[in-house]
């Protein structure tokens, strides 16, 4: 086994570095979007399988904390609670409206499986009370 392969937990680590050139390049919203919204949450899911990758865990919070500040970790988390966690289901559809709703819209995941919508829900806290705690 190469060190590359034994080590796979460790990812977050050039993740990490990867943010700040994308802070650089596109601003600190797409690189709060790329480290918690998309490399974070990918990251518990994984730790909630595998021990190595929960091992790592604080430290990548720990980072992530040393990235970004208290404040912007904490908007982030907000607009992402109530654009896709908690955001209210829009309930007056016009007619024209319920043709679209055939389209399975392949961002909305947590309607079709109420299980996997309750754990990415409980990840999303779970993360929330690790980097603001």
Known sequence: MSSSTTEFHKIWIAQCDATEGIRDHFGTKDALGYLIGEKLFTFLWAAERDPLFAAEVPDFIREIRRLFTAEEIHDYLDVLENTKYLA?????????DLDE?????????????PVMGAEELLRFFRARQLLQS
Do not use: V
Request: charged share 50%; aromatic share 0%; hydrophobic share 25%.
């Open 88 to 96: 209210p289901r829009d309930i007056d559809l016009e007619m024209d």
């Open 101 to 113: 709703l055939d389209d399975t819209d392949e961002n909305e995941p947590l309607l079709e499986n």
